[in-house]
């Protein structure tokens, strides 16, 4: 069975890429087309295009996950792949719908399905998918376990085709076993820190979407201030989100991306916080989205 090591750009899978080699590694990035946005370093834009095969305008996620990609990439001397993967706007458009806490497709549909129709289409069999949860992360393993079928394999769906009557034809795929090497090795985070501190690899603060819906307002209200043009993004799709209309004409003012207030009121919060003082925030605070 090949083995996939899942990437997000964070020091906890970069610590597995490193130390648990695969014949894979895999990084899904997540793509808005916001110009505004664009990173100011020209060379991102051209290492991101070489990468992906196609156009590239900008990230939800902090800019110096490219750099630490690229210097991933250099300091462990393997090649990470990316995904090809629908943009946030292409996703926000076919569902309607604002993602959320409870409707967490953003995940599903930028992350989840482009990995695993990546592995369908090259692999070709199911493979043994890496997951860096540590070893306090107890919960988020026995939820993945969970979420296998009877056979203990991870399935996704997927539209393979049309129908006779037009409509979509879907097929589940099971496309990996997932295994958790950091969890059962007992590595913590202190330990993975500790790893980084002297190694040439620069990390941002947090990795994600900058203004994920999972981080705590008050995150998101320091977010807003240090990442001013992606943060703008999503609260100019939720003050869209807000003004559609649902099958009875009525506008869907309650569609925001947190239940406690908009993404407008967030930003304009008086609060006297830094990003330290929020170190000690859960893992949704700090943006985990699934992979």
């Known amino acids: 069975m090949k083995t996939v090591n899942s990437v997000s750009g964070g020091?906890?899978?970069a610590y597995l890429m490193k130390h648990y080699p695969a014949d894979y590694n895999l990084f899904a990035l997540v793509r808005i087309n916001a110009p505004e946005a664009a990173p100011k370093d020209p060379w991102i834009k051209r290492y991101a295009e070489e990468k992906l095969q196609s156009d590239f305008v900008a990230t939800a996620e902090d800019d110096v996950i490219f750099y630490t990609l690229a210097d991933l990439e250099q300091f462990t001397g393997q090649e990470i792949t990316w995904v090809s993967n629908p943009?946030?706007?292409?996703?926000l458009s076919r569902e309607n719908i604002l993602p959320s806490t409870f409707r967490r497709f953003c995940t599903t549909g930028m992350k989840v399905i482009p990995v695993?129709?990546?592995i369908h289409d090259n692999v070709g069999e199911v493979v043994n998918l890496r997951l860096g949860f540590r070893a306090s992360e107890d919960y988020r393993v026995q939820r993945k376990i969970e979420s296998a079928n009877a056979d203990g394999l991870e399935?996704?769906?997927?539209?393979?085709g049309k129908r006779k009557d037009g409509r979509n034809k879907w097929k589940t795929h099971a496309y990996c076993k997932y295994s958790f090497p950091l969890h059962k090795d007992g590595v913590f985070?202190?330990?993975i820190r500790e790893y980084w501190k002297d190694k040439p690899v620069r990390f941002a603060e947090r990795n994600n979407c900058v203004a994920c819906f999972h981080r705590n307002p008050m995150l998101l209200n320091i977010m807003a201030k240090k990442f001013p043009e992606k943060y703008a993004w999503f609260e100019s799709v939720e003050a869209e989100g807000k003004k559609r209309k649902n099958k009875a004409g009525k506008e869907m003012s309650w569609n925001t991306f947190r239940n406690e207030g908009s993404y407008a009121d967030f930003r304009?919060?008086?609060t006297q916080l830094t990003m330290e003082d929020l170190e000690g925030f859960t893992d949704c605070d700090t943006g985990y989205c699934g992979l």
């Open 11 to 13: 020091q906890t899978s």
């Open 87 to 91: 943009t946030f706007d292409e996703i």
């Open 116 to 118: 695993a129709k990546w």
């Open 155 to 160: 399935e996704a769906r997927w539209v393979v």
């Open 189 to 191: 985070n202190d330990k």
């Open 268 to 270: 304009n919060h008086k």
